[in-house]
């Protein structure tokens, strides 16, 4: 019988568990055992009591966690200590980072064992039920909403009162991933007057399917500015400076701005520049959802709230699903339950199928190597 080992996250800030009670229960009985280290779960709701009755085997360390264990589950690289004591050709399924942490990659290489990024699992319908990067951005969506609101310092909707009329916040979306349509919706649902943009042609609908209005240079480039996966492609300088022309005519008249755009493997795109900050209104905010990845909004430091010579807020909060971890843990830990059962034969032993497409895939490392093409030569 295959075991699991789920440990306690040591990235700083980290809130979230790659497993819950309920997806313990449900991997038991899919034939796993599962050990869990005492406190894994504690910022995000799951006490260890509820870990035991679900059935899993309670580890007063990492170390003792992951001993013996087959696979480990995380919501990122395991530490050190977890990954020392993890046996050779044991399976490691995170989140790893894999285009900015090249050291992380090279020390599970160093360790012999098979790591899956669970960032690469392919954009197919057979795989939407292990998207984390869809299951995650919908929530740093909606948190990136609340965020900013908190931060205005006004109310969104339009009230009308016996003393006056306030007006509804405009609230600008930049980039319309899985992201940037939960803050549209958020947005809405709390009253505000919402507008989008992005320069893939198929979320136009999208954004005015939500109640927005959207905002884009619809030239013949914009009409093609989309891979065959869905993502967005980078555009010509052309192209940028004729957006930009718009958004700076724009950005000036929002009271919130949510910036979510990623390229993936390449630095985030610059979308707002300081020049553009400069033009809003004193009170207004900018929540950067790229931060991490060097920003979309020029001036962004990740983990901090910068604030601008004309009174805008610049929001760089690394993370946004740990803020609601037990919701972003529960959804992440279904997403490996599902990823769970293209581990296992059809009569239920450790035997993954390499030749399938997802976990094809999401191989960044085997047999002592990084061995994902787009990452082997880096």
Request: hydrophobic share 50%.
């Amino acid at each position: 019988m295959a075991v699991i080992a789920v440990i306690r996250e040591t990235h700083p800030g980290e809130t979230r568990v790659a497993a819950t009670p309920e997806t313990v229960r449900k991997l038991i009985a899919a034939g796993f055992e599962v050990a869990v280290q005492s406190g894994a779960g504690l910022s995000a709701s799951c006490p260890d009591a509820d870990y035991a009755a679900a059935g899993a085997r309670l580890a007063g360390s990492a170390a003792d966690a992951v001993k013996g264990a087959d696979i480990l589950f995380g919501i990122r690289t395991p530490s050190a200590e977890a990954l020392s004591a993890l046996k050779k050709g044991a399976i490691v399924a995170a989140s790893l980072n894999p285009h900015q942490d090249r050291a992380g990659l090279e020390a599970l290489a160093a360790r012999g064992v098979d790591a899956y990024a669970l960032e690469f699992i392919p954009r197919i319908t057979r795989a939407q039920v292990m998207d984390v990067l869809s299951s995650q951005a919908n929530l740093a969506g909606y948190r990136a909403v609340i965020e900013a609101s908190t931060a205005y310092g006004r109310a969104l909707p339009m009230m009308m009162t016996a003393a006056g009329t306030i007006a509804a916040a405009k609230v600008f979306v930049m980039g319309v991933g899985v992201a940037g349509l939960q803050a549209i919706a958020t947005a809405r649902r709390l009253g505000a007057v919402v507008t989008a943009t992005d320069v893939r042609p198929a979320t136009k609908e999208q954004v005015e399917s939500l109640g927005a209005k959207f905002i884009a240079v619809e030239d013949d480039e914009f009409r093609n500015a989309q891979t065959a996966g869905g993502y967005a492609k980078e555009m010509s300088a052309e192209y940028q400076a004729k957006q930009a022309e718009l958004v700076t005519g724009h950005i000036g008249k929002q009271d919130i701005v949510i910036t979510t755009a990623l390229i993936p493997g390449r630095p985030a795109p610059r979308l707002v520049t300081a020049a553009q900050v400069a033009a809003m209104k004193p009170g207004s905010v900018l929540v950067d959802l790229a931060v991490e990845q060097g920003g979309n909004v020029e001036g962004a430091r990740a983990g901090e709230t910068v604030e601008t010579a004309n009174g805008a807020k610049i929001l760089g909060i690394p993370n946004l699903p740990g803020r609601v971890a037990a919701d972003a843990s529960a959804l992440f830990a279904r997403n490996l339950l599902a990823f769970s059962g293209l581990l296992l034969d059809k009569d239920g032993a450790l035997a993954p199928d390499l030749e399938d497409e997802i976990l094809k895939a999401a191989l960044v490392v085997s047999g002592g190597k990084i061995v994902h093409p787009a990452l082997a030569g880096s």
